[in-house]
């Protein structure tokens, strides 16, 4: 059997110190004392016995199938796989509200405010019904005041998301992670199937729908600042937007899933199409918890595979008896994170980011079912798998941003840019859509790339990039704070956005879409200030690689 290093060391001990002290060198005796003092404590043996205790169970199954440990890569590919299906049944659960909208406030409700004649309008609505259920509607969101009141909804709950968001990322940095996540994700599977449970209860309660979705709302924001410092730990910024832009298709891929999900369980009922996003929630959160590794410090590996080894003159400068609170990092605080460089700038950008991109998020399948395309009505489930192209452009339109500002390390140049391009986007998808499908599934595409290119790029990488910022000296127990500071505070954008969405769509379209162009002009503008500095500080690192004049003979 081979032997311990603490035995080796405990053996050695008595003959090697008699040859320092010998020696007469006071700094070497110093710095065996210590060496055996941390050896006697357990610091080469115990850590290991707590390491192992502390891998997520999953982990520790597949180190027993494999008989060896998994290496630091292997653990980062399960990082990315894990939390990338964690975020993707956040958004699949959060977009099932939209596909249903259709459902629970039906067309008919709509005739005495749309522009088109109600007698082809009602031939085509008998053709897209998917039983009576349908056509009646589902009180109390069959009234005439039903698109205000699911407007109501989903401001409660994104209202609850982002004030959660706050505390989540001071819990995030301060508890395990992957425990919090878990939490998270089981309560959002349970609130959300109990929003479809309403259907066989036959609830007809807008308080009931109201307290679910704000409870939901609550528990979802636990997901992002806990996937965004889970991935912080373990990725550095060496490529950081491009990997994190490729990862934070689970955003896109959420939405896509979640409406195919919600739009093929309609024809057995409403109920269904929350039911089922919900049980999926649950069922990833019991894997978060057997196989998310939080940190590399929870799982006792290092990025070269072996033991984090200190200089002596570090080690010897430190106490010999340390607490392991003194050891660890402290949690930066809630008002110390706003004051970070670029916090304030981009969590006020990502307010006008995530404004437009959630009034699209939750209202465009129930726009494109009442918008007459080349002169016909779309059903609602026809809308809902139509919707999806938006969340298609916006995979490659979050790739590209983190794309180009890796390669041009320019965040901000990147966001700006984005936003403004999303202005004639959207204006022409709103003149030009209705014109063909073609042409709508067209600049839809172009649309969603460029809006959710920079929230993309703003909620992962520059979250991340202000997380490890330079003026917190190397600490990374700010990720999950800065990361909810900045989307929490976009969040409160995503929540006016589809609640004025609801009262502007009842009057005009047009009007909508005039507030979603303001919106990204704004987004833009916000960050002119962090563009100049970029454009300057690229004008000066050129004129330093330009050669010098020769001096004149």
Known sequence: MRPSRLYIYSHLSLPLKAVFQLSGNPDLVSCFCLLITESSMGSLEEPRTEERSSKPLGIQWLEYSRKSSLSFRTHQAVVLIITFLAYTSYHATRKTTSIVKGTLDPQSTKLGLSPWPSAQYLRVLRQNQVGNLTAKGWAPFNGSDGTEMLGVLDVAFLTLYSLGMYFAGHLGDRLDL??????GMVGTGIFTSLFGAGYWLNVHSFAYFLVIQMLAGLFQSTGWPSVVAVVGNWFGKSKRGLIMGIWNAHTSVGNISGSLIAAA????GWGFSFAVPGFLMAFVGILVFLFLPASPDSVGVHEDDGLIIESPQKEVSKPLLRSEKEVKEKAVGFLEAWK??????????LFFCKLVAYTFLYWLPFYISHTAINGQYLSNETAGNLSTIFDVGGVVGGILAGHISDR?????ITSASFMYCAIPALFFYRIYGESSLFMNMALMFIAGMFVNGPYALITTAVSADLGTHGSLNGNSRALATVTAIIDGTGSVGAALGPLLTGYISAKSWDGVFTMLMAA??????LLTKLVVAEVTAKLEAARARMPSPLPEV
């Open 340 to 349: 970070i460089p670029g916090v304030a700038t981009f969590a006020l950008c």
């Open 178 to 183: 992957r425990v919090f996540l878990t939490v």
């Open 408 to 412: 041009l390390a320019a965040r901000a």
């Open 265 to 268: 369980m309609l024809k057995h």
């Open 520 to 525: 990204a002009l704004v987004a833009g503008l």
